[in-house]
Structures are given as C-alpha cells and as structure tokens.
C-alpha cells in the first residue's frame, strides 16, 4: 500500500509560479496511475491533471490546460505539478491521488478512479 506526501504549496502572486511534490512511499510510481486535484473551501473537489501508467498518456482539467504539467520522477519516486501563470481562482488545497489500476483514459479525472490520497497542500494566490 502506497503513502502520499504532498509538499511544495505556498503563498504565491498572480501569474506566478510552484512546483508542488508528491512522496510516494510503499511503492514504486512507476506501478501506479496518477491524479492532481483540488479543493477550494466550499467547492466540490475538482480534477486537476492524471498520468495514467502503462502508456504514460496524460490529461488535464479544462482551466488549468496550458498553465500546468504533472511529470513523474521513477527514481526518486515522486510526481509533480508545475504550474504556471497562477491565477486567484487557483487557490485551493491540492491533493495528490494513486491507483494501482489501469482506468480507462477518460475516467482518470474522476476522483472514484483513485484508492490512495495524500493530505494535500495548500496553494494561495493572491495580490
């Protein structure tokens, strides 16, 4: 069973950038699919980016397209999102998400495809 650790969030100006981390420990990344969401207070938990094994095909939420990239590191077992060109609706607390399944390609940005979460980490963007 893998351990999610996300790291990496802060206080950020609009148009800025963070690179948020996600640990994974228990197992090996390159054995799992995985998924970067979000959760502004109030609002539903919303898909972010995947990275789905095996192929290695990614996808990205519709507001983020563009601004962001998850990429993964094999040897130091981790995931990340860069963003870039921070917006205020991007705050939020990011949560980083696995599965040691295969899901089908466009059921990577539902949150029920997901058996293992982190704790999340909180990205402000603000003036």
């Known amino acids: 069973q893998v351990q999610l650790q996300e790291s990496g969030g802060g206080s950020v100006q609009p148009g800025g950038s963070l690179r948020l981390s996600c640990a994974a420990s228990g197992g090996a990344s390159n054995s799992y699919s995985w998924g970067w969401f979000r959760q502004a207070p109030g609002k539903e938990r919303e898909f972010v980016a995947a990275?789905?094994?095996?192929?290695?095909?990614?996808t990205y939420g519709n507001s983020v397209k563009g601004r962001f990239t998850i990429s993964r590191d094999n040897l130091k077992n981790m995931v990340y999102l860069q963003m870039n060109s921070l917006k205020p609706e991007d705050t939020a607390l990011y949560y980083c998400?696995?599965?040691?399944?295969?899901?089908?390609?466009?059921?990577?940005?539902?949150?029920?495809?997901?058996?293992?979460w982190g704790q999340g980490t909180q990205v402000t963007v603000s003036s």
């Open positions: 990275f789905r094994r095996g192929d290695r095909k990614i």
């Open positions: 998400a696995a599965t040691s399944s295969n899901p089908i390609f466009s059921y990577m940005s539902n949150k029920e495809a997901y058996t293992y």
